[in-house]
């Protein structure tokens, strides 16, 4: 006889939610997000976490990831919630998480999510401020091809989604992209130039590789190897340009914006 699936009666509540952030570094950055999430969740459940679950014929664990970084892309701020049926310690949470997974995913910060702040998580981050190290290319040839981007009133590029192939508008979704001159590794060839850019999260996405595409568009930039993508920052982007850190209203007292243009 098929046992009973829990209804919303017989699930504990979620009494408290907290906030996780995290990053994504080394080899690990070639992890997917679903190998992530499976990842994650088994950590939580070595780390002991009193997680909560939905109701219905499928419960699933109550973690919400929020913009997650593509595969191949290292990341310095990822965000997860996590609904838990009993309050906890986020300190304790933060080194049980971080002692329960692999070296390369790492707990940066947990903070309690406060129910009078108003947004969910979601609703804080809007842009992503990313660094893009393009070896084998010179600062000159880079600052070259960002000039031309800059002053594009479109680009159009396409990639294939889950609903089939996409035009995107690489160059609305960037409201900022500098030149910064890198230093190759030893083994690297040519020069290295490094771009760091504030992307918008439009719908669908626009990534650093969708930026990449489109400044090949518009110059003869062709780096030989291929880039290495991190993200630096999420937030909310303000009216001059900076990004609010996510979990600043949720702390006592609010941290400053993780990010500010310069001059």
């Avoid at 080394?26 to 997000?33: D, K, V």
Wanted: glycine share 8%.
């Amino acid at each position: 006889m098929p046992q009973r699936q829990p209804d919303a009666r017989d699930v504990a509540p979620t009494v408290q939610k907290l906030r996780v952030h995290f990053a994504k570094r080394g080899r690990l950055r070639f992890t997917s997000h679903r190998d992530f999430q499976r990842v994650f969740e088994r950590a939580v459940r070595r780390a002991g976490v009193p997680v909560a679950f939905s109701a219905g014929f499928s419960p699933h664990p109550k973690i919400s990831y929020v913009g997650a970084a593509s595969t191949g892309a290292a990341s310095e701020a990822e965000y997860l919630e996590i609904g838990l049926t009993r309050p906890c310690d986020p300190a304790q949470v933060r080194a049980a998480l971080d002692d329960a997974l692999p070296v390369g995913f790492d707990i940066i910060e947990v903070v309690e999510a406060r129910g009078g702040s108003g947004q969910s998580l979601a609703d804080r981050i809007d842009a992503s401020h990313w660094q893009v190290k393009l070896i084998g290319v010179t600062p000159q040839a880079a600052a070259d091809a960002v000039a031309a981007f800059l002053q594009a009133e479109s680009i159009p590029v396409e990639r294939v989604l889950k609903d089939g192939r996409r035009t995107l508008d690489a160059r609305s979704a960037v409201t900022r992209l500098d030149v910064i001159d890198g230093v190759a590794e030893p083994g690297e060839p040519g020069g290295c130039a490094i771009l760091e850019m504030v992307v918008r999260h439009f719908t669908p996405a626009v990534r650093p590789d969708d930026v990449l595409v489109g400044l090949r568009q518009v110059s003869t930039l062709a780096p030989p190897l291929s880039p290495l993508v991190t993200r630096l920052a999420q937030g909310h982007l303000d009216e001059a340009g900076r990004l609010a850190d996510p979990l600043a209203p949720d702390r006592e007292p609010a941290d400053g914006p993780l990010f500010e243009p310069t001059a």
